[in-house]
């Protein structure tokens, strides 16, 4: 049987191993305090200390303290457009979407308490709000970007960016019900239902069939 990467990639060094566990360390430190005192409130040097490093250790892992919040989004963009590249293309984009979706809910389930505290760490400032804001266009242009690949676009078209808004605020929708619930709660439900609704709006003789029904 040959080899697969899975069975060859070597395991992390002392040294990279040491890396993840001060980086998760910092990170959870930061959401903790940002989640109880307000992200305007906490400082660097506070989160260093929570997570028994210098703070010129935290400078080491990160530029700025908002950079703690998004560790992590980058890797799920590229996995996000990675997956929904390699979609059939007899689906539609929607379906394509909700099923690359799908694919990556359980990395969302086991991070669930961090994207609570992240939650709670946006709503304490103003100021955060905006950045994710900003953050949130650039986000839309990127799934414009890959939306305009699947359709065999040189480059994306105003369709291609009404799609990427418009699935970016149906799949927030359903992420910050799911957070806001019970830690029972079924966050591919929560994802299905939210784009099944905002499939029967599009469609065109939805509302003639709900009123027939």
């Known amino acids: 049987m040959p080899k697969t990467l899975a069975t060859t990639a070597a395991p992390p060094s002392r040294r990279q191993a040491h890396k993840m566990r001060t980086e998760r360390l910092l990170q959870k430190a930061a959401l903790e305090l940002f989640?109880?005192?307000?992200?305007?409130?906490?400082?660097?040097?506070?989160?260093?200390?929570?997570?028994?490093?210098?703070?010129?250790?935290?400078?080491?892992?990160?530029?700025?303290?908002?950079?703690?919040?998004?560790?992590?989004?980058?890797?799920?963009?590229?996995?996000?457009?990675?997956?929904?590249?390699?979609?059939?293309?007899?689906?539609?984009?929607?379906?394509?979407?909700?099923?690359?979706?799908?694919?990556?809910?359980?990395?969302?389930?086991?991070?669930?308490?961090?994207?609570?505290?992240?939650?709670?760490?946006?709503?304490?400032?103003?100021?955060?709000?905006?950045?994710?804001?900003?953050?949130?266009q650039n986000d839309i242009a990127t799934l414009a970007e890959s939306v305009a690949k699947r359709r065999g676009l040189s480059k994306p078209d105003e369709s291609c960016f009404l799609l990427g808004a418009v699935f970016l605020l149906t799949y927030r929708r359903a992420l910050t019900a799911w957070l806001a619930g019970p830690a029972s709660a079924d966050l591919a439900a929560r994802i299905t239902g939210n784009f099944e609704l905002l499939k029967g709006l599009l469609d065109p003789a939805g509302p003639a069939r709900r009123r027939n029904a």
């Open 35 to 136: 989640a109880k005192q307000g992200y305007d409130d906490t400082t660097t040097e506070a989160i260093a200390e929570r997570a028994g490093v210098s703070p010129r250790t935290f400078f080491r892992y990160f530029a700025t303290k908002e950079s703690v919040l998004f560790v992590g989004e980058y890797d799920w963009f590229v996995s996000f457009t990675a997956d929904f590249a390699k979609q059939p293309l007899e689906l539609s984009d929607v379906d394509a979407m909700v099923k690359t979706l799908l694919t990556l809910t359980p990395g969302h389930e086991k991070r669930r308490r961090a994207l609570v505290l992240y939650e709670k760490a946006v709503a304490s400032s103003p100021t955060l709000r905006g950045g994710v804001h900003d953050r949130q």
